[in-house]
């Protein structure tokens, strides 16, 4: 089970920052990450942490976002900053574990005002 808080309403320029806490040992998981999805869009990368190390971003949020994780506590973060409306969207944390595809939370809403 995942579970993902820490959205809610900023301006344009400001921060938030979101936690999702597992009920299981993250480091059990291949990989964990971070998606959005707006209403009528697929869902899109935000950043994802692959075992061994690599983080990867989506390309609209390098600069601006950092994924971190804290294994002690089964949570990870997203800490987002110089946020602008169109990162507005419902985000998701997701667990994937090789050979049994993705686990996700309910999602945080996050909203940017201009």
């Known amino acids: 089970q995942l579970q993902a808080s820490g959205g809610g309403l900023v301006q344009a320029g400001g921060s938030l920052r979101l936690s999702c806490v597992v009920s299981?040992?993250?480091?059990?998981?291949?990989?964990m990450g971070w998606y959005r999805q707006t209403s009528g869009k697929q869902r899109e990368l935000v950043a994802v942490?692959?075992?061994?190390?690599?983080?990867k971003y989506g390309d609209s949020v390098k600069g601006r976002f950092t994924f971190s994780r804290d294994n002690a506590k089964n949570t990870v973060y997203l800490q987002m900053n110089s946020l602008k409306p169109e990162d507005t969207a419902v985000y998701s944390c997701?667990?994937?574990?090789?050979?049994?595809?993705?686990?996700w939370g309910q999602g945080t809403l996050v909203t940017v005002s201009s």
């Open positions: 997701g667990a994937n574990r090789l050979g049994m595809g993705w686990y």
């Open positions: 299981e040992s993250i480091s059990s998981f291949n990989v």
């Open positions: 942490s692959i075992s061994g190390g690599d983080l």
